[in-house]
C-alpha cells in the first residue's frame, strides 16, 4: 500500500469514528443527564474527547502527507508520531479531569437513583465502541499508522470505560442505598483511560526521543543485509523512526579486491532488499567498507 492510499484509509476510518462519536457522545451526555448518573456523564466527556482526536487527526494527515522538502529532507511523517503523543496527553488529561471531579463528589449525598436511559446509554457504548475499535484497529494495521492505531486505542479506553458504568448504574438502581457507587465507577472509568493514554504516549514519546528500534527489528534488518550476494559482514547498524517506518544506517563489509562499482551495486542491491523485505523499512543507507579477500 502507498502512502496516498494509507493516508487515504486513515482520513476513512477517522470520519467514521468521528460520525459514531458525535451520536455516542451527545447520546451518554443527555442520558447521563436526564438519567441522573454521573458516570455516564463523565463517560459521554470521555466521548467527547474521542471527537477532538478524531479532528486533530483529520488535520494532521493532511500534513504529515506532504512530500519530502528542502526543510524536511526526511518527509513529515514526524507531525504523525507528535499527534500520536497528543491524543496520549490529551487522553491523560481528561482522565485526571474526571478523577478529581469524581473524588470530590464521592462522599456527597445523591437526591436521586439512575435511570434505566442511563443504564441503556452506557450499554449501548460498550457494544459500539468495542466494534468501533476492532474495526479501526485494523484499518490502521492495512494503513501502518500508529497515529490511527493510538485513536483505536482510544476508542477501546471508551469501550472499557463504559463497562464500570453499566455495573455503577446498575447497582446504584438496585441498591439505591449504594447510589454512592455510581460517583466510584466515575473513578474507575479514569484509571482505565489513564491506563490507555500510557500505553499510546509512551511509544510515541520514544519515537520523538530517536530511540531505536526493538532487537527483534534490529536483527531481522541484520539478516536480511547478509542475505546480499557480496556482503562478508555488516554492523554499525543504527535505527530510528519517521512515523511508523524505520529509518536503517547500516555499515557493510564486501570483498576489497571488487571494484568501487562493484560495491556500489551491492549496497544498492542491499538497500532494495531492506526496503522489499525490512519489518516497516522506510529509508536505508548504506556505507560500504572494503576487507581483505584471503
Known sequence: MNDRQSIRKVQRATIVGLVANIVLAVG???????GSSAVVVADGIHSFADLITDL???VGTWFWAQPPDERHPHGHRRIETLITAGIGFSLAAVGIGLGWDAISHLREPRATVPTVLALGAAAISVFAKEWLFQWTRGQASAADSP???ANAWHHRSDAFSSIPAVLAVGTAMVFPALAWVDRLGALVVC?????AAWGIFHPALQQLVDAGAPVEVRDRIGTLALE???VVAAHALRTRYVGPKVA???HVEIDGSLTVTQGFAIARAVKKHLLANGPSVGDVVIQ???VKSD
Open 28 to 34: 451518554k451526555v443527555t442520558a447521563g443527564i436526564i
Open 56 to 58: 486533530v487527526l483529520l
Open 147 to 149: 497515529a490511527l492505531m
Open 191 to 195: 484509571i482505565f483511560i489513564l491506563w
Open 228 to 230: 546480499v550476494d557480496g
Open 248 to 250: 536503517v544506517d547500516l
Open 288 to 290: 560500504v567498507e572494503p
